[in-house]
Antibody, heavy 118, light 108 residues
Framework: EVQLVESGGGVVRPGGSLRLSCAAS????????MSWVRQAPGKGLEWVSGINWNGGSTGYADSVKGRFTISRDNAKNSLYLQMNSLRAEDTALYHC???????????WGQGTMVTVSS | EIVLTQSPATLSLSPGERATLSCRASQSVSSYLAWYQQKPGQAPRLLIYDASNRATGIPARFSGSGSGTDFTLTISSLEPEDFAVYYC??????????FGPGTKVDIK
């Protein structure tokens, strides 16, 4: 079964850091680009960051640029998001998603919740 | 940055009716436009990619059309399980994917 499972979320104070992980299974991980997409409570979807198949190309939303870093370990079938200098507005459910060659997100994890609060 | 606008914000319809959802881009996205369905407490599900191609397992009542800046998602006859929020999404390159704000299809 094709599956993405996120972990690493939690409650953190403003200015703090968290590292999210996404474990992939059921497909050849290094055949695909990957992304992180978040959804604040009661709000819409926001693309956060993306990475190509070998990590050679990355992109970030302006809202997280300079604070978040995406990476991947193809040997471990894993995707990561290092989040630094967290703000209250980063509070959201963070999904990892597989990116198809047609630039659509075809497989999604259930998400890991990040709450930034003092 | 390309901005996507969806209309209407809410669409109130009855089962069996036809739903027409619009997505407009602030500049051309060619055909790099996808549509997603999201139900409460669930992750989004890919419906349409490349503007008009149904994803695996998506029923034929869902169809997409358009190119450039104007796109449409049509649900030909609403089933009870189709009441949800629908998002469009575009990509320009690895430096930019954006989602529209969503259209909620609810039961009239």
């Amino acid at each position: 079964e094709v599956q993405l499972v996120e972990s690493g979320g939690g409650v953190v104070r403003p200015g703090g850091s968290l590292r999210l992980s996404c474990a992939a299974s059921g497909f050849t991980f290094d055949d695909y680009g990957m992304s992180w997409v978040r959804q604040a409570p009661g709000k819409g979807l926001e693309w956060v960051s993306g990475i190509n198949w070998n990590g050679g190309s990355t992109g970030y939303a302006d809202s997280v640029k300079g604070r978040f870093t995406i990476s991947r370990d193809n040997a471990k079938n894993s995707l990561y998001l290092q989040m630094n200098s967290l703000r209250a507005e980063d509070t959201a459910l963070y999904h990892c998603a597989r990116v198809t060659a047609m630039s659509a997100f075809d497989i999604w994890g259930q998400g890991t919740m990040v709450t930034v609060s003092s | 940055e390309i901005v996507l606008t969806q209309s209407p914000a809410t669409l109130s319809l009855s089962p069996g009716e036809r739903a027409t959802l619009s997505c407009r881009a602030s500049q051309s996205v060619s055909s790099y436009l996808a549509w997603y369905q999201q139900k409460p407490g669930q992750a989004p599900r890919l419906l349409i990619y490349d503007a008009s191609n149904r994803a695996t397992g998506i029923p034929a009542r869902f169809s997409g059309s358009g190119s450039g800046t104007d796109f449409t998602l049509t649900i030909s006859s609403l089933e009870p399980e189709d009441f949800a929020v629908y998002y469009c999404q575009q990509r320009s390159n690895w430096r930019g994917f954006t989602f529209g704000p969503g259209t909620k299809v609810d039961i009239k």
